[in-house]
């Protein structure tokens, strides 16, 4: 592994937080929908990645930089970790396991929809 990949990480790592950050200062309330709608965009994202990357034989500083980097900075697990928490701290134990289960499940099916997206759009020939 080299030097060059870890800077590449980091950047896209910097990219996709900031971003994180931006759009999370759009809305000026806690709303774990917010933290929801990252994470799907995030997984619908890397599957498309996925494809492209793998299709085209990108090389691996691709990969570092978009996949591992800006999605890995972009999507907020620990954050979507603090919304459950603060849902059970406010009792809301039902809309907590809803939002459990709607991030989970809408997260996979997002990673696969970018996938047959991706695979659709660039490669249907």
Not at 2 to 13: A, M, R, Y
Not at 14 to 34: M, Q
Request: aromatic share 22%.
């Amino acid at each position: 592994m080299s030097f060059k990949l870890f800077i590449l990480v980091g950047l896209g790592g910097a990219l996709g937080s900031i971003s994180r950050f931006v759009i999370g200062n759009l809305f000026t309330c806690f709303s774990p929908w917010t933290t929801l709608c990252i994470n799907l965009a995030g997984g619908f994202t890397i599957g498309c990645f996925h494809v492209v990357f793998q299709k085209l034989a990108y090389p691996e500083f691709f990969r570092a930089f978009w996949m591992v980097g800006v999605c890995g900075g972009f999507t907020t697990f620990s954050a979507f970790g603090l919304d459950f928490y603060k849902l059970f701290q406010q009792q809301q134990y039902a809309f907590g396991i809803l939002y459990i289960s709607v991030s989970l499940i809408g997260t996979i099916l997002a990673v696969f929809l970018g996938f047959k997206f991706a695979s659709v759009t660039f490669y249907s020939g």
